[in-house]
């Protein structure tokens, strides 16, 4: 049976090119990237290296602006708590509804814990922040500004750059979760007014484990993770070379495929949105359609359940993801959905089809033959659907 | 992915009875769309010996809840009415050779579904929403009655088995004070039955019993836990036999504490002398708790009011 892998936005395949440079530094270099021996300092080259194609991929304007981590989770956390620390008397959030639990989780466990007053900013029905609202909630308490610089659900892309820019007039921080946006969109962080950005390595092609967090040179910093005096003292702990040289080579490479991924990529995306929404009626795609990351596509089916969805192609081959309640073990569907006041009668019903550069047409045409059938015979089980409202989408979001 | 048995997959990947009975007798509708989870079941009644002779189901839902409404649906065929109502949703789960926890609220969902197709067919009037009892979790339409039997159906003794059972609390979370108190007041009547064992029952604010532990038994064995139907008078006299026996050790400690009131499982009591201001003061009211829940054979939760009261 063919095997479609859709769900790149979770994670991806291992690029061979980066196992191949991170295997060396398992046998013969293993040694400490700290040490001051030959053995530590060829590996210390390596990370260097590997910091400078990670520089080059964000257009970043100095390579000890990179801080590597452990995760985009690690450095999200790291962001926002330093903030808090080094901002004075500001105590202040300002993010959006829509962000990742390693943002949202955290700014709760701070309003209960710290009593930090978080401002969320709401989406449209097309995932767009209000600006406007986003302007207002900014003031000289805010002691940092987080918003993602695209969505993970949806794709939506926000405009981090002027948002950076409205929260510097505030005299407030800005950092991005950029984790779904590094390596498909292009970068050049040092024409911009962005203090911080996140990233993991496995969303582009590098391994799990091994993120990083860029630091806008004259930033102060204040390390969550507290020892030795690794990453100029901003992250304590032995550097995971092995990732960092993967996480390099996986930067070089998403910097030479950048082009492929916002013309071929989004080609086989729009493909497949297209011929899903021709072959199955009450669907539409979720999302801002004009501005939206090249690989993502989000398609909610009416009056079914993405669970049942999710099951059934995974019995045709076909690997996604859905933000119902039922595949993430919460009981609410998507909060980026329901944020976007997407109906119950969809939200539920959801699916996100996230590509990579590995995906090819063929792919595209198996999940187009057989999402059809799929989504028919959970209908004929469905309570809500009689046949009669079959045709256009109830949800008509205005795209003012 | 969640772990599902083979006969799961099997009655999701090839349901039986799925779709519409145009001659039904009876039609239950459960759930909504804005839960994530809706069940219609239809059931054809034979009117002379009220035995079910054909059942079909519509479901709005993830994998477990369309296996569990096609299990329904097989496992009542042919039985009659009165059979079919002894069904419990841990029936449903057994069919399909067990549901992971946090699926259990959808052979809930057939449980209740069969209840609202059976009252249907008798012509009885059936509300899904608060239909018994106030309504407790607004998102997900979750009355107090559902709660009570799906507690009681299923043993459940903590608000994270009642969530998966039901979804209660899932969302907001605004109702989980109401929820608890359905919780504890279920279970006290189930240790009251002797469905339960009191050391398993939920007791708001209680510490939870180390799963192992609850059955260690103290050096000294305790007299046997009184009736279960006492009178208040009755547990009144346990309660200051109990007082009495622990008074000597609080009074070494320059403390002392004396019962209040009673009130169904509530004990009031005034910590004085040294237990006032105590920094352990709560964890001897917890020693207390847990002595009286033992001689009353009863979940009873211990409250130190101030003097004067």
């Given at each position: 049976m063919k095997a479609v892998y859709l769900d790149n936005n979770a994670t991806t395949r291992v690029d061979p090119a980066a196992v191949a440079a991170m295997l060396p530094f398992f046998t013969e270099?293993?040694?400490?990237?700290?040490?001051?021996?030959a053995f530590g300092s060829e590996v210390g080259g390596a990370v260097l290296k590997g910091r400078r194609q990670l520089q080059a991929l964000l257009g970043a304007?100095?390579?000890?602006e990179i801080v590597f981590t452990g995760g985009g989770t690690e450095s999200d956390n790291t962001a926002i708590l330093s903030a808090l620390e080094t901002q004075g008397a500001r105590n202040e959030i300002v993010t959006s509804a829509v962000e990742h639990p390693a943002v949202l989780a955290l700014c709760a466990w701070l309003e209960k814990s710290r009593g930090i007053k978080v401002h969320y900013i709401g989406v449209d029905a097309?995932?767009?922040?209000?600006v406007e609202a986003y302007r207002k909630a900014l003031?000289?308490?805010?002691a940092i500004a987080s918003i993602m610089w695209?969505?993970?659900?949806?794709?939506t892309i926000f405009p981090v750059e002027m948002l950076a820019e409205l929260a510097h007039e505030a005299g407030a921080l800005f950092h991005t979760d950029a984790v779904q946006a590094v390596g498909k969109i292009p970068m050049?962080?040092?024409?911009?007014?962005?203090d911080m950005l996140s990233l993991s390595g496995h969303k582009l092609h590098a391994p799990k484990g091994i993120g990083a967090l860029y630091v806008r040179r004259g930033v102060r910093l204040r390390p969550l993770i507290r020892g030795g005096h690794q990453e100029r003292g901003r992250r304590a702990g032995t550097e995971n070379a092995p990732g960092i040289v993967a996480l390099g080579v996986a930067a070089e490479l998403a910097q030479q495929h950048i082009e492929d991924e916002n013309t071929r990529v989004r080609a086989m995306r729009d493909r497949l949105e297209q011929g899903l929404l021709q072959r199955i009626g009450n669907s539409f795609v979720a999302g801002d359609v004009d501005n939206r990351l090249p690989n993502t596509a989000n398609v909610a089916f009416e009056y079914i359940e993405g669970e049942a969805i999710l099951l059934l192609m995974n019995k045709a081959g076909i690997a996604a993801s859905s933000g119902s309640a039922c595949t993430s073990g919460s009981?609410?569907?998507?909060h980026v959905l329901r944020a976007m006041k997407v109906p119950y009668t969809a939200a539920h019903g959801a699916i996100r089809f996230s590509f990579s550069r590995e995906n090819t047409d063929e792919d595209v045409d198996h999940v187009l033959e057989v999402m059809p059938s799929i989504i028919a015979k959970l209908r004929e089980m469905?309570?809500?659907?009689?046949?009669?409202?079959?045709?256009?989408?109830g949800f008509a979001p205005t795209y003012a | 992915m969640w772990e599902y048995s083979d006969k799961v997959q099997e009655y999701f990947f090839?349901?039986?009875?799925?779709?519409?009975?145009?001659?039904?007798s009876g039609v239950g509708e459960v759930g909504a769309i804005a839960c994530g989870d809706a069940l219609k079941l239809m059931i054809k009644v034979d009117?002379?010996?009220?035995?079910?002779t054909d059942a079909r189901f519509q479901t709005f839902g993830c994998g477990s809840a369309i296996a569990s409404s096609s299990a329904l649906t097989e496992i009542i065929i042919g039985k009659t009415l009165d059979e079919a109502l002894k069904i419990t949703n841990q029936d449903i789960a057994d069919f399909l050779g067990g549901l992971p926890p946090e699926k259990m609220h959808c052979s809930v969902m057939g449980y209740e579904a069969l209840r609202a197709a059976v009252a249907n067919y008798r012509g009885e009037v059936w509300e899904?929403?608060?239909?018994?009892?106030?309504?407790?979790c607004k998102c997900f339409g979750i009355d107090e009655g559902m709660i009570e039997r799906a507690v009681r159906n299923n043993g459940l003794t903590s608000m994270e088995q009642v969530a998966h059972f039901?979804?209660?609390?899932?969302?907001?979370?605004?109702?989980v004070e109401g929820v608890e108190a359905v919780l504890e007041k279920t279970n006290a009547e189930m240790v009251a039955e002797g469905l339960l064992d009191p050391a398993q029952a939920f007791v708001m604010g209680a510490v939870p019993v180390v799963p192992g532990r609850q059955q260690r038994k103290s050096p000294v064995a305790p007299p046997?836990?009184?009736?279960?139907?006492?009178t208040t008078v009755q547990k009144i006299r346990v309660i200051e036999e109990v007082l009495e026996e622990l008074r000597p050790a609080l009074r070494n400690d320059g403390g002392d504490c004396e019962l209040v009131d009673v009130e169904d499982n509530r004990v009031m009591v005034r910590m004085t002398g040294a237990c006032v201001?105590?920094?352990l003061a709560a964890v001897t009211v917890q020693g207390i708790q847990a002595r009286l829940a033992e001689r009353l054979g009863m979940p009873v939760r211990v409250i130190p009011v101030p003097a004067g009261k």
């Open positions: 270099q293993f040694g400490n990237a700290s040490s001051m021996h304007q100095f390579d000890h097309r995932g767009r922040l209000d003031s000289p308490r805010t695209a969505n993970n659900e949806t794709g050049n962080l040092k024409e911009t007014a962005i009981l609410e569907p998507s469905s309570p809500f659907w009689d046949g009669k409202n079959a045709g256009q989408s | 090839n349901p039986k009875n799925a779709g519409t009975l145009d001659d039904a009117p002379e010996s009220e035995r079910i899904d929403d608060h239909e018994e009892g106030a309504l407790l039901t979804k209660a609390t899932g969302s907001c979370g605004t109702c046997a836990p009184a009736s279960s139907k006492m201001n105590c920094q």
